[in-house]
């Protein structure tokens, strides 16, 4: 098990209006994460409001943030369970028998166009097993032709445009290859997490995109810019792409500060609480989801086929 201990710290100033706010800040509880402690500063006396989508686990916060200064700080302890796969052993699942909760990560989104992408993903991956590998040939293909570069893309920043442009960030990277995924029928879908274990080179500590793929019965962990450790990827958010779990939506004038992070293991063999580092098995934060067991329909005697 990981136990995280984590700190958010975000600045704001808000202009004569005021400004409505969507956060995603929360680490979100889940068979596999556990909140064991959590606490919520804000600076303003407003009053905020907390939905949690029931499929994923992921929480939204809404605050109606009056003019001025807001600071915004969150702190949290959670513990993780991964399960560990030999990757050799993780097939892809038809769409047929594909979970319905999962078919809905097999469509284009608004940053992940798998439908422009089809004639690409056809021959750089087509005649590759369908399986664990192809996915994994999916990152290293990704990583080969994206140089990670901060400041270089945008909140309108698409797959396609990093698919041009060969520069991005942890975000760009996730929608390319989520997008490739898509395109050849795989379901993946975006989560947010912190960049753990990340070169300080890269900048100070930050949120962090990464990817999850269904494969055989659950959700597998992806990380395609490669420079986080997946063992100490908390879950904030898991949605389409950054338009569904944005660590902040914004809506009225505002300024922003660069936000404060920090992330720490705690390791305490006696507790079972091991230091994160990365692996050669697939690892996964989902309980899983078991394929769908369809029969196929047999043509009813005395009718012709079409």
């Known amino acids: 098990m990981i136990r995280i201990e984590l700190?958010?710290?975000?600045?704001?100033?808000?202009?004569?209006?005021?400004?409505?706010?969507?956060?995603?800040i929360h680490a979100a509880q889940t068979a596999c994460q556990k909140v064991s402690a959590e606490n919520l500063v804000l600076s303003q006396p407003v009053v905020p409001h907390i939905h949690t989508d029931a499929a994923t686990g992921t929480r939204y916060m809404r605050v109606r943030a009056l003019p001025g200064p807001l600071k915004l700080s969150y702190a949290a302890t959670l513990d993780i369970t991964h399960h560990f796969a030999e990757p050799a052993h993780l097939a892809e699942v038809p769409v047929y028998r594909l979970p319905p909760e999962v078919i809905g990560y097999i469509y284009p989104s608004r940053y992940?166009?798998?439908?422009?992408?089809?004639?690409?993903?056809a021959h750089e991956f087509g005649a590759l097993w369908q399986g664990h590998g192809r996915v994994q040939a999916i990152?290293?293909?990704?990583?080969?032709?994206?140089?990670?570069?901060?400041?270089?893309?945008?909140?309108?920043t698409s797959a396609l445009d990093t698919l041009i442009e060969r520069v991005g960030v942890c975000r760009d990277f996730a929608h390319l290859m989520i997008a490739l995924c898509r395109a050849l029928n795989i379901p993946a879908r975006f989560a947010t997490g912190t960049d753990f274990g990340a070169d300080p080179a890269l900048g100070p500590p930050d949120f962090?995109?990464?990817?999850?793929?269904?494969?055989?019965?659950?959700?597998?962990?992806?990380?395609?810019?490669?420079?986080?450790?997946?063992?100490?990827?908390?879950r904030f958010g898991t949605g389409?792409?950054?338009?569904?779990?944005a660590f902040a939506t914004i809506f009225g004038g505002v300024?922003?500060?660069?936000?404060?992070?920090?992330?720490?293991?705690?390791?305490?063999?006696?507790?079972?609480?091991?230091?994160p580092v990365r692996c050669?098995?697939?690892l996964s934060t989902d309980a899983g989801t078991p394929p769908t067991s369809m029969p196929v329909a047999l043509p009813t005697p005395g009718l012709p086929l079409k």
């Open 7 to 24: 700190q958010v710290e975000l600045n704001y100033d808000i202009d004569a209006n005021g400004a409505d706010f969507v956060f995603n």
């Open 112 to 121: 992940c166009q798998s439908d422009r992408l089809l004639r690409l993903a």
């Open 139 to 156: 990152v290293d293909w990704v990583r080969s032709r994206v140089s990670f570069t901060s400041n270089v893309s945008n909140s309108t």
């Open 208 to 234: 962090h995109a990464y990817v999850e793929v269904y494969l055989g019965d659950r959700w597998y962990i992806f990380d395609p810019s490669g420079t986080a450790i997946p063992m100490a990827f908390v």
């Open 240 to 245: 389409r792409d950054a338009a569904d779990v």
């Open 255 to 275: 300024r922003s500060q660069a936000p404060f992070i920090m992330t720490r293991a705690i390791e305490d063999p006696s507790q079972g609480l091991l230091r």
């Open 280 to 282: 050669r098995e697939a």
